[in-house]
Structure formats: structure tokens, C-alpha cells
């Protein structure tokens, strides 16, 4: 086991956070992945609601971390209380409610086809199938969301709810927060007398550790949110296995949102305050930032007045580390040096450990279609204007891009449903999720949530990362055949032991068989 | 455009079939692909059900292909004309099942999550979600089933019903049957004047073309039926495109059958009669052929005498092509020559152009643990005997085996059900289908079906290739924020035009919002 220590550092000062944390090895990577495969295994004999105990149990003891959770929060990620007080109550909820839908049990999708002894040519066999867990999983927390999507976050959860053991490879930037949440954790598996291999957190800045962990033989999928090219890394290893497995990853998205002339000459003011909002959110670092607008017709030049008053007020913001910081400041002038885009607002200098200022920048159809470096995400406070003379160069811009987490149209009054509905379907195709009249950023827990996206956005467009739907990305599929009723999971045996809503030949039923 | 052809061989006689086939290239692909694009946003402006339509016309024109679709399989496969009568009724049961889970519309899972306006400290967005089709699709028929997991079989039934166009690049050992089905579903889009780009049939024999299909950037995702080494080459290529698509791939398995103490001697002949059906059906050609039984107990050598007299009694058996005949005899030897691997009944010579004779192998457990060879698929009339002692071997065996699609278990009054329970709880994380007191081969096409299982019986231990689940592949998800009625998918529409059963707030329900 290596010796090597790092500490934390408070990105509003550059200040050194005590205590250090120990750099995992591989020696950590096995021992974790191993306690969890001998877990996985002794989960199967539990009670099939234990991961509903669990979450909330989890749930629990991350409101008890009281204050001490937000400002160990605060002092890592630069985050303000209130977003991280918001942000706490969400990761609670969010943990909440996938107990609630294992205690409700229905989601393992029982599926019952009876037999039929006397069909021709040949007897129809008993089959039922159902949702099982994959088995141990990998969690990447990322940066932005330290705790909706960190340590305890929606991958953790969901697994956990599927009955995977979760091994966490915290990250970096915030390894206090993550070790508190380790700790909530570990109290509420002690407390249930559960076996303590069902959680583990691997602490580390290389990437060596990231490799081994999701290379190990024994972990079955992966759930990560961060930068693309840190997700593909994980995707092509966990591809390049002798067994391959998922790599869920949610990546870089530039969120288009469009302003169809109606709602632009209708609701200028209104959208310029709206959009400015959104970009600033969380000091730009949300992934479903509106990092491109696609200004159509007359207006566009005025809203992007109306824009730079907002974000040319705005204070400096602080990001959450300084590497996130250094790569937004030279996005920002890699976009400030290409011919003929526009730099409204642009940074020159850093300020402090982790600090710029927002950007704004326009630029017309022609030159987006052209220049591909305006199609990447900036990860950070800025957005790009796009000028559209018409519906066809918007059309024209929207055939460039790639896949997005989200896609916005603002439609006024004026605007004709036949001309948004072909932007729509357009849009629909490039995106998880389509907002009509309002902003990406707020990402809504719940059944109907699509957090995920054509690629880039996510290695995988039929899944999501956010929202009931989660849970789905750790089962896997397996089906019994003539098992007798004792030797059935609960969820598929005669009675319906759990209650649970199954199809049994072809009918919704909460009946026995 | 390449000028290369191709024939197709009886493998019986060895003898040459016309006509010839032209060896598609990268043109073709090119052709193919785009028409397939272009359809595609063509399609989303159809009435939602039109794949039931289509699926339902091409079941038809399949029928009418009569007899001549029987003598091309026959000439091309040396299936016996029973058995490809037999899989053209499933051929054809299987696309009208996915027509009728089109028609019936619910398989979309439409969720809705309405506005809350007044919830706090946000008000709460109106949120929808369902499936959509990925786009494109690329189907790479199998040689094994020419009809069923052939040009029009479930991969493409599927992707069909998911609404997504599919481009099959045909098997090049019956490229004259693949022809009728492809003809078969050009009539049938022409009868519904529906895009002639929803279906493309692609022949050759390259590897180029495989390659050059899964690379292109227009298609979104890949079925596959074969072998181990063609699916992960497809894989690795489909993970390193600049955007990487799934693959689904249904490549090899060994299928454990174990045969518990008790039954084997309750029901020693009776297993072995059953059995040997098993190995041999298809000429041991079915992806769900048990390929490694392990006898627990007493009794394992006369149900290996048994086996033998069913086995040695057999006539030659004509292979699907001379490329599989060869590899079967290559593995059966490599087998012979294993150190304490017993060949009971092993062909010393190939028959004719692709004809061989049935093998039957026995060992015991320690050298089954030491050999990974004997863990490895042989795709033929074969299978191998491991005599376990007790319990505790049988595990221990089991411990060593990778992912197939069914595990079976053989059980007796005289075996104890907690003995049961845990031989049962370690196969069924091995496999996609566990089946009690049965064989399996023959693959029911139903809603509980799951024809899948751990890497390497496929690529997605998430996903089945057969019965109706298999539609899933062929989709993504997508979730539409404040979306004014008008411009929602008639799935998502508050009045609920298609009539389909919904998740309206957590309720299941066919009521309008």
C-alpha cells in the first residue's frame, strides 16, 4: 500500500485543507471490489427490500452531517451555502425516492408467461423474467454537483438501489466532502447490520486509480459525470476489456437554445434575463449550461446588448478548482481568436486560486458552421451567440452539432407551429431532453426526467442519469424456465409475495399467477 | 462499384448454386446508409403505427414465398425441410408479435410528470418522456437460423418495429435466401408506398463490409447473431468510431446442463434420451446447445454409456458450411488430444463437402478446472461430460465458466432443496436463462424470454435478442420539458390519441392527462 498523501484546496483562497487524504493503490482497488464481489453475493440471500433500508438509513445520517457538511462543502468547491443547502436537500431526495421505488418493488419489471401444456407443435414452457443487479459498480463523482452527483450522489444511489455494491472514486477536488459521505454511509450499513463491503470509497488524484478500478474483472458497470475526455478514458478501457463492460458517462453538452423571431421580437428582455440566469448558474458549471444560442432574425444584436449588461455586471466567480479554471480561461481564447466571432465580454486575466470573469461571445451562421472549436463545450461561465438571418441557416447550424443533454426553443405568438415543429424535430434528434420556453439548467428528480443525450453528451442516448429511469443502467436481464415456485426470486413466485405490479401473460396485474 | 460476385454452396454436395451475388462495397454501403438517413427523418412525420403495418406485410409476403424460400434454405443450409418449414412459422409469428406490440402502442413507456406551479421553493415543470428510435440500424443475418436470426429475423423485426431503417448485411452462406426476404420486404414497403430506404440488404463475403457498415457515422446501432471472434471484432470497431454505437452482439456459450445426484438416478435414461435430442437438434448448430454437462454423483459413467449408444448411433451430419465443419473437427481434436479428456465418440475424418460425425467427451472435474480450452464453445454436434464427486466440485466448476445464455438444472425428489437453491443461485449469475428439469434448446419468442447473458454469450447482459424485450436495443430515451401539446409525439399528448397505457404521476393508466 503506497504512502502518499494529498490535501484539498480551498478554491476561493488557495489555501491548503487539512487533514491529507490517502492516495488509493491497487492494493485498495482489489481490496475494495473484492469485499464488495463476496457482498454481492450474500445481498442475494437478504430480504429483496434491503436497499430501500439502506437509502433511507443513508438519507438519514447525510441530514445529521449538519452543518458541518456544508461548510467542509463550502471551504472545498467554493459553492455558496444556500446552492449547497438546495443541493442537499436534492441528493436526500433523490436518495429517498429510489428507496421508494425499491420499497415498492415493481421496477425489477416481472414478466410472467405461464405454460401451456396442450399447445402444437410443441408445449408452451413456464417463463418469467425479471431485473437483477449487474453486480459490484463503479462510481466517479464529479466535481460540480459535489453531493447531487458526488460521493452519494443519483449513480450511487441508483446502483445501490439496484442491489450493486458501490466502490466511489471520489473526486479530487473535494475530498473531505466525499470522505463525510463515506462516513454517513458506512454508519448506516453498521446500523442495519449490513455487511460493510456493500460501500466503499477510493480516494486519489491519478489516473492510474480510475484505470484499475474500472478495469478490474470483478466490476460490472460504471456510472461517471464529468469532462469527455476523462469519460471516454474510462469507456475505451472498460471496452478494451477481456469482458467489456457499460461505462455510463455524462459528458460535455453545449445545450442549444434557440430564439425563434417571434419570441425574440415578444420576450427580448425577459430571455436575455432568463438565459443570463442560466449561463451564471453555479458559476457556469452546470452541464446543461446554455453554452450556444442560436439567435433567429431581426433582435439578435439587441439581445446581445441586453445580455452583456447582465453578464458585464456580474462579479468575479470563483470556480471550483483551478484547473477547471485555467482550461475555461483558454477556451475563452482559443474562441477570442477566431476570425470574426465577437468577444462581447472576455476574461484576460485569472483572478485569485480559481477565479474569472464570465464571457460572452456572438458570431453569425456561417462562421459557427465553419470553425469546429464553437461545437465543443466551454465548461464555465460563458455562452456564444449565434446569428441566424433565417429558419434555413438555423436548420443549417443545427446539422453541425453534435449530441446535447438538452435543446431549448423560445416560441412566441408570432412564430407559426409548422415552422417550430421541423426546429423541433430537428432539435429532438440531438438531444435527451427539449425544453419549449424556458432554460436547461435545473434538472428536475423525477419518473419523467431524461438526463442523457445522444454522444457526446453520454456514451449511451437510451439511458439516464438523473430521474427514477437511473436504476436501470445496473440490472441486467435473466429469465427462469420451469423453475419451481420455491426456487424463485420473490418477485416472480405464484403469490406475488411483494405485492408488486407484474405482466403475467400480457396483462398489468398485481394478482397472483 | 465493385464488379466481384459471389455463389452460394450446397454444403451436402459441395456444388456450386446459381445465381451469382454481387459483392457489395463501400459504395453500396454509402447507398444504403443514406437512404436509410433520409428515411428516417421521413418516418417521424408518419403515423406512429407503421411498423405494424410493414411487419405485418412482409409476415405475408414471406408466406408467399412458399415452397421456393424451403428449396433455396434447404440448398443453401442442408436444413432439413421440417425444420425450416418449422422456422419460417416462427420467422413469421415473431414479426407479426412485434407488429402487435406496435399496434397495441404501450411499448413506448410514455411517463408523465405534470406542473406543479405552486410547489416550492421551485415550481415544478411539466416533464414527458418515452422510446425513440436510435436511427439507422445495422442487422448481421446469422447462418444458423437463415430465417429466424436471418435477413428478416428478429434483430430486424425489432429495429423495424423501434422504428429504426435497418440495413442487413446478409450471411454469406445463403445469400440466395437472404434475397427472397429482402425482395419479400421491398414489395411490402412498396405496397404501403412507404420510403423504399427502410430496408437495404447488403451481400458479400469481406470483412470489409462488415467493418465498413458498423464504421459508418449514420448508423446507431448494431444486432448481431455469430460467432465470438466476428461479434467483438464488430465491438471493438463500434467502441472506437469517433462516436461510439452499441452492439449487440449474441456471439458463443457452452450452456451448463447439471444433472443433480438425485435426478441422475431417478431419471438416467430419460436425461440422456432428452440430451442427446439437445446436442444434436439443428446438428448441434443451435447457439443453446448444451455444451458441457456436469454429472454429480454416482451415475455419471452409465449416463455417459447411455449418451453413446444415442450418439454413436447417429448418421453423419451435414454442417451449415465447410468454414464450420473444419473448425468443429479442429476443436474436437484439440479436445482428443487433451490430456485425460476422454473421446468417447469422436470423428477422425470429415464427410463429403461439409459432414462430420457426432462427438462426445468425458472428463472429471480437476482437469476441467485446468483446461480453459474445454470452457470454450464448440459449435457442432458435441458436447463433454465432467464427472463432478460431489456438490463442492460442481461449484467449484462452476466458479471457472464465463457468461452463456441458459444454464440448466436437473433435479430429483432425492436432492434436497437448500442444495438446490445454492447450485441454482451460482449458475443464474452466469447465465441469461436458467431452466429447471429441461433442455435449452428451443427458444420460446415471448414477453419473459431473455436470449442474452454475460459477456461473452453477448455484448449487453442488459438486453435479449428474442421475444418482445429485444425492441429495447433499438431505442433511445427523450423527455420533452413544457411542450405545448400540439408539438408533443401523439404519445405524450394529453388526450392520449393512441389510447396506450401510461405513467401519468406514478399511476399506471390509459386516462388522458
Chains 1, 2 share one sequence.
Not at 488509493?24 to 482497488?29: E, I, K, N, P, S
Not at 449513480?155 to 473531505?176: E, F, I, M, N
Not at 469527455?228 to 457499460?246: K, M, Q, W
Not at 452546470?286 to 444560442?293: A, N
Request: net charge negative.
Amino acid at each position: 500500500m503506497s504512502d502518499a498523501t494529498f490535501y484539498a484546496t480551498n478554491p476561493a483562497t488557495g489555501e491548503r485543507l487539512e487533514p491529507a487524504f490517502h492516495e488509493a493503490g491497487d492494493a485498495d482497488v482489489n481490496a475494495a471490489v473484492a469485499a464488495a464481489t463476496k457482498v454481492f453475493d450474500a445481498t442475494l440471500d437478504l430480504p429483496p427490500r434491503w436497499p430501500a433500508d439502506l437509502l433511507d438509513a443513508i438519507a438519514d445520517r447525510i441530514l445529521a452531517l449538519g452543518d458541518a457538511l456544508l461548510e467542509r462543502g463550502e471551504a472545498e468547491t467554493a459553492l455558496p451555502r444556500a446552492r449547497l443547502t438546495g443541493e442537499r436537500a436534492r441528493t436526500v431526495g433523490q436518495i429517498k425516492m429510489f428507496a421508494g421505488i425499491v420499497r415498492e418493488g415493481s421496477w425489477v419489471e416481472a414478466v410472467i408467461d405461464t405454460a401451456d401444456a396442450d399447445r402444437k407443435p410443441m408445449p408452451k414452457p413456464d417463463l418469467r423474467r425479471m431485473l437483477r443487479p449487474r453486480g459490484p459498480a463503479a462510481v466517479f463523482g464529479a466535481s460540480n454537483f459535489p453531493f447531487a452527483f458526488g460521493t452519494l450522489g443519483g449513480d450511487t444511489a441508483s446502483a445501490l438501489a439496484a442491489g450493486c455494491p458501490v466502490v466511489v472514486k471520489g473526486h479530487p477536488s473535494h475530498p473531505g466532502t466525499s470522505q463525510m459521505f463515506a462516513d454517513a454511509a458506512r454508519d448506516a450499513i453498521a446500523a442495519l447490520s449490513l455487511p460493510p463491503g456493500l460501500f466503499a470509497l477510493l480516494q486519489g488524484t491519478r489516473h492510474e486509480l480510475s484505470a484499475a478500478l474500472v478495469k478490474h474483472s470483478n466490476i460490472t458497470a460504471v456510472g461517471f459525470t464529468g469532462s469527455l475526455r476523462a469519460g471516454r478514458a474510462l469507456f475505451d478501457l472498460a471496452a478494451a476489456r477481456p469482458s467489456p463492460i457499460p461505462v455510463f458517462a455524462e459528458m460535455g453538452s453545449i445545450n442549444p437554445l434557440i430564439i425563434l423571431p417571434g419570441a425574440l421580437a415578444e420576450r427580448k428582455a425577459d430571455i436575455a434575463q432568463g438565459l443570463a440566469a442560466s449561463v451564471l448558474l453555479g458559476g457556469g458549471q452546470f452541464c446543461t449550461k446554455p453554452g450556444v444560442v442560436f439567435a433567429v432574425g431581426e433582435g439578435g444584436k439587441s439581445l446581445v446588448s441586453r445580455l452583456q449588461k447582465v453578464i458585464g455586471h456580474t462579479q468575479p466567480i470563483t470556480m471550483l478548482n483551478p484547473s477547471l479554471r485555467d482550461n475555461f480561461m483558454r477556451r475563452v481564447h482559443e474562441w477570442s481568436r477566431t476570425d470574426e466571432v465577437g468577444a462581447i465580454d472576455a476574461p484576460d486575466e485569472a483572478v485569485g486560486a480559481a477565479g474569472t470573469w464570465p464571457a460572452l461571445f456572438e458570431t453569425d451562421a456561417q462562421i459557427f458552421q465553419r470553425e469546429p472549436t464553437l461545437r465543443e463545450e466551454v465548461f464555465g461561465p460563458s455562452t456564444l451567440v449565434v446569428h441566424c438571418n433565417d429558419r434555413a441557416e438555423l436548420l443549417a447550424c443545427l446539422d453541425t452539432i453534435e449530441g446535447s443533454l438538452t435543446g431549448t426553443v423560445h416560441v412566441g405568438e408570432g412564430d407559426h407551429e409548422a415552422d417550430v415543429r421541423v426546429v423541433l424535430r430537428k432539435l429532438e434528434g440531438k438531444v435527451g431532453r427539449v425544453i419549449v420556453n424556458g432554460y436547461p439548467t435545473g434538472v428536475e428528480v423525477c419518473n419523467a426526467m431524461v438526463h442523457g443525450g445522444p454522444y457526446p453528451a453520454t456514451t449511451d442516448p437510451a439511458s439516464t442519469s438523473v430521474g427514477s429511469a437511473a436504476i436501470r443502467r445496473f440490472v441486467r436481464m435473466t429469465a427462469y424456465q420451469d423453475t419451481p415456485d420455491a426456487l424463485l426470486p420473490a418477485a416472480l413466485k405464484n403469490s406475488n409475495p411483494l405485492s408488486i405490479e407484474r405482466t403475467i401473460n400480457g396483462k398489468r396485474t398485481r394478482d397472483p399467477v
